[in-house]
């Protein structure tokens, strides 16, 4: 986007009013202040900074794949290359370990933060002026500083209905609540949203509670479901946030495990990318791209959230780790570039996920009948939601769906094969009276008749064994 046409875009609207007594209250340190009269020709003897000469690191350095702009011959092995991070700052470099490794602002280094922020601009083109990137420890931490500054106590989160339970887990603690909405085979359903912020307040549970202002949604990939929102419906999502002046959470870890991305299908458009108010607080992470071990990622949102975020972080994480983003920086800015970086991306990243996909799906249509189990196909991530018909058992309907699962469950466990058991994802309030964590003796949600797989991990070997082994136990359970 040239620069005129940047100009031309509006400045985001004023949410001020969305942030929470915490997020209100988050001041600048006085301490991290001081930071912005160093350099030049100023000679400090303020902040206590650990003098460099006490790091015992000389050096950092990782063999990584090259993603040179050379075409690996079929059958080769990807060529490597050396990735270092000198102790003192030297020009050909982007960081140094005397800077990577000190005291900094809460917004991340520099390089690592404005290749992200170039990334986002050149893969999202956000449609208003002042949105900004700051870095983050990952997507559940970017989630949970992000529903510290805009969600008090007391407060409604709108999340689909088989979602992502640690967010649930993350919300339970601050006494924030949350309501589902219903989904199909794109995800969450623009007018189940609708009907439920229309409806707010009809029901003897919401009477006391306040309309919601935020929503919290994973639009590509979905986890569990592995379902993703077309493109028009995450317009009809951003027209019923608009309508009804919603604060959008979309995490996205799974964005980049698109398997139709090609010559003919580009990436699917994001949220943030529709978003001419600064309403979206976008959430992206290394995790499912490079390592989930980095501990890296970046929140893109308005510039007055990304600074609550930097405060917010000052007084916590300070920023991520420093030999992360160490060596993280040097090699996407120095080695990668933007091009590597997504041509890693296309050609590694998708299609090593595209293929497991492929073969799990494969095995699972040998080995289970249609007609006792089925999954929508995914077209992005790292899962397969599988739907039991437990309608086709015996004796459906003399006792309840959940004693049905937790069986097919122990037979499958029994048979040396593991599934997270669907009621896990669920919305619904957990039971008090039994401990949730003894799986072998609780599946309390009769609507959760699934099971999610995941092809992310095993070998193909070990999927196509399991899947012998999910078939066997289906069968032995469609008999009892």
Same mark, same amino acid.
């Given at each position: 986007?040239?620069?005129?046409?940047?100009?031309?875009?509006?400045?985001?609207?004023? %949410?001020?009013?969305?942030? *929470?007594?915490?997020?209100?209250?988050?001041?600048?340190?006085?301490?991290?202040?001081?930071?912005?009269?160093?350099? &030049?020709?100023?000679?400090?003897?303020?902040?206590?900074?650990?003098?460099?000469?006490?790091?015992?690191?000389?050096?950092?350095?990782?063999?990584?794949?090259?993603?040179?702009?050379?075409?690996?011959?079929?059958g080769q092995q990807p060529s490597a290359e050396l990735v270092t991070v000198p102790h003192a700052p030297q020009p050909d470099?982007?960081?140094?370990?005397?800077?990577?490794?000190?005291?900094?602002?809460?917004?991340?280094?520099? *390089?690592?933060?404005?290749?992200?922020?170039?990334?986002?601009?050149?893969?999202?083109?956000?449609?208003?002026?002042?949105?900004?990137?700051?870095?983050?420890?990952?997507?559940?931490?970017?989630?949970?500083?992000?529903?510290?500054?805009?969600?008090?106590?007391?407060?409604?989160?709108?999340?689909?209905?088989?979602?992502?339970?640690?967010?649930?887990?993350?919300?339970?603690?601050?006494?924030?609540?949350?309501?589902?909405?219903?989904?199909?085979?794109?995800?969450?359903?623009?007018?189940?949203?609708?009907?439920?912020?229309?409806?707010?307040?009809?029901?003897?549970?919401?009477?006391?509670?306040?309309?919601?202002?935020?929503?919290?949604?994973?639009?590509?990939?979905?986890?569990?479901?592995?379902?993703?929102?077309?493109?028009?419906?995450?317009?009809?999502?951003?027209?019923?946030?608009?309508?009804?002046?919603?604060?959008?959470?979309?995490?996205?870890?799974?964005?980049?495990?698109?398997?139709?991305v090609g010559e003919e299908q580009s990436w699917m458009p994001t949220l943030l990318s529709m978003d001419t108010d600064g309403?979206?607080?976008?959430?992206?992470?290394? *995790?499912?791209?490079?390592?989930?071990?980095?501990?890296?990622?970046?929140?893109?949102?308005?510039?007055?959230?990304?600074?609550?975020?930097?405060?917010?972080?000052?007084?916590?994480?300070?920023?991520?780790?420093?030999?992360?983003?160490?060596?993280?920086?040097?090699?996407?800015?120095?080695?990668? &570039?933007?091009?590597?970086?997504?041509?890693?991306?296309?050609?590694?990243?998708?299609?090593?996920?595209?293929?497991?996909?492929?073969?799990?799906? *494969?095995?699972?249509?040998?080995?289970?009948?249609?007609?006792?189990?089925?999954?929508?196909?995914?077209?992005?991530?790292?899962?397969?939601?599988?739907?039991?018909?437990?309608?086709?058992?015996?004796?459906y309907g003399t006792v309840s769906d959940a004693t049905l699962m937790l069986e097919l469950f122990n037979k499958c466990v029994?048979?040396?094969?593991?599934?997270?058991?669907?009621?896990? %994802?669920?919305?619904?309030?957990?039971?008090?009276?039994?401990?949730?964590?003894?799986?072998?003796?609780?599946?309390?949600?009769?609507?959760?008749?699934?099971?999610?797989?995941?092809?992310?991990?095993?070998?193909?070997?070990?999927?196509?064994?399991?899947?012998?082994?999910?078939?066997?136990?289906?069968?032995?359970?469609?008999?009892?």
């Amino acid at each position: 986007m040239s620069t005129v046409q940047a100009s031309q875009l509006p400045m985001a609207k004023d %949410f001020s009013s969305f942030l *929470s007594l915490e997020g209100a209250a988050r001041k600048k340190s006085p301490l991290k202040g001081l930071l912005r009269f160093m350099g &030049g020709d100023m000679l400090s003897l303020g902040g206590g900074l650990p003098h460099p000469s006490t790091f015992p690191f000389y050096s950092l350095a990782s063999e990584v794949k090259s993603m040179g702009p050379a075409v690996p011959v079929k059958g080769q092995q990807p060529s490597a290359e050396l990735v270092t991070v000198p102790h003192a700052p030297q020009p050909d470099k982007a960081e140094s370990l005397t800077a990577t490794l000190q005291y900094g602002l809460g917004t991340g280094i520099k *390089s690592l933060r404005e290749f992200c922020k170039e990334h986002v601009n050149q893969m999202h083109r956000p449609q208003y002026q002042d949105w900004d990137v700051i870095l983050s420890a990952g997507n559940t931490d970017a989630f949970a500083k992000a529903v510290a500054m805009v969600c008090n106590r007391g407060d409604t989160v709108l999340v689909e209905e088989w979602t992502y339970p640690t967010a649930l887990e993350l919300l339970e603690p601050f006494g924030i609540g949350h309501c589902p909405v219903s989904m199909d085979g794109e995800g969450m359903s623009a007018v189940a949203l609708k009907n439920v912020l229309d409806s707010w307040g009809s029901t003897p549970e919401q009477a006391n509670e306040a309309k919601p202002r935020v929503v919290y949604l994973i639009p590509t990939g979905q986890n569990p479901t592995g379902s993703t929102m077309s493109v028009q419906r995450r317009r009809d999502i951003m027209r019923v946030a608009q309508e009804h002046d919603l604060i959008i959470i979309e995490d996205d870890p799974y964005y980049y495990l698109q398997f139709n991305v090609g010559e003919e299908q580009s990436w699917m458009p994001t949220l943030l990318s529709m978003d001419t108010d600064g309403r979206v607080i976008r959430l992206d992470t290394f *995790s499912k791209t490079l390592a989930p071990g980095c501990r890296v990622g970046y929140m893109t949102m308005n510039a007055h959230f990304c600074t609550i975020v930097q405060y917010h972080n000052e007084v916590t994480i300070q920023q991520p780790s420093g030999f992360s983003q160490a060596i993280l920086a040097e090699m996407l800015v120095s080695h990668w &570039g933007q091009e590597g970086y997504k041509r890693y991306l296309t050609e590694n990243v998708r299609k090593e996920y595209l293929l497991r996909s492929q073969h799990l799906q *494969s095995s699972f249509k040998r080995n289970a009948h249609p007609a006792l189990a089925s999954y929508i196909e995914p077209s992005a991530g790292m899962f397969l939601w599988i739907k039991i018909h437990v309608e086709a058992h015996p004796r459906y309907g003399t006792v309840s769906d959940a004693t049905l699962m937790l069986e097919l469950f122990n037979k499958c466990v029994a048979n040396n094969v593991l599934f997270v058991p669907g009621w896990q %994802f669920s919305c619904k309030p957990k039971p008090t009276d039994v401990d949730i964590s003894d799986l072998q003796n609780v599946w309390y949600d009769d609507h959760a008749t699934y099971l999610r797989a995941t092809f992310a991990y095993a070998t193909f070997e070990q999927m196509d064994e399991a899947m012998v082994r999910f078939g066997q136990s289906l069968k032995s359970f469609f008999e009892a």
